[in-house]
T-cell receptor, first 113, second 112 residues
């Protein structure tokens, strides 16, 4: 079983709809992240959380919100989806060791029509 | 604003050849990561470089970090087809590994 699980894997929605992407992890890590990947742009950080009570904006948080329901769960919401939010979304975790490397989920491909 | 630039963006090379991917970044940092992404897949960590002069090797890949030049390299030795993937470098400007800025990626294609 995957350590970082994202649902759904693919989603097509219409402009203006609210949508939630979910992420759960079994790695026991406190830190969780949401990134989006666009062709030719690499990955950009949307939100990150160091624990259940700590939520921080990343570089592109406008139009998104998050909820950290438990140490293992971190969800990303698009309140009113727009076409330029079409992208591949990754959830990731990291532990607080000096290395701090990220462990990624399989991604959610979101298309907003 | 931290900028991370990789070059080349696309690299086609024959099996058995050597090549280097470059990662330049614009502000001071002594923490740099390399990740690999196979087509349609997630990213996996390759190397974590935590100090100036750090060098790490795994198989045919070797990564190094020069913090004074703000440059990291990923060297491929005697490429094989299985190395075909997109390679990303990412820089941590906070020192806490909490906010990585990724490069745009280098798509490597190793031909038989």
């Amino acid at each position: 079983d995957a350590d970082v699980t994202q649902t759904p894997r693919n989603r097509i929605t219409k402009t203006g709809k609210r949508i939630m992407l979910e992420c759960s992890q079994t790695k026991g890590h406190d830190r969780m992240y949401w990134y989006r990947q666009d062709p030719g742009l690499g990955l950009r950080l949307i939100y990150y959380s160091f624990d259940v009570k700590d939520i921080n904006k990343g570089e592109i948080s406008d139009g998104y919100s998050v909820s950290r329901q438990a140490q293992a769960k971190f969800s990303l919401s698009l309140e009113s989806a727009i076409p330029n939010q079409t992208a591949l979304y990754f959830c990731a975790t990291s532990d607080p060791t000096p290395e701090g490397k990220l462990f990624f989920g399989s991604g959610t491909q979101l298309s907003v029509l | 604003e931290l900028k991370v630039e990789q070059n080349p963006l696309f690299l086609s090379m024959q099996e058995g050849k050597n090549y280097t991917i470059y990662c330049n970044y614009s502000t001071t940092s002594d923490r740099l990561y390399w990740y690999r992404q196979d087509p349609g897949k997630s990213l996996e960590s390759l190397f974590v470089l935590l100090s100036n002069g750090a060098v790490k090797q795994e198989g045919r890949l070797m990564a190094s970090l020069d913090t004074k030049a703000r440059l990291s390299t990923l060297h491929i030795t005697a490429a094989v087809h299985d190395l075909s993937a997109t390679y990303f470098c990412a820089v941590d400007k906070t020192g806490t590994a909490s906010k990585l800025t990724f490069g745009t990626g280098t798509r490597l294609q190793v031909t038989l």
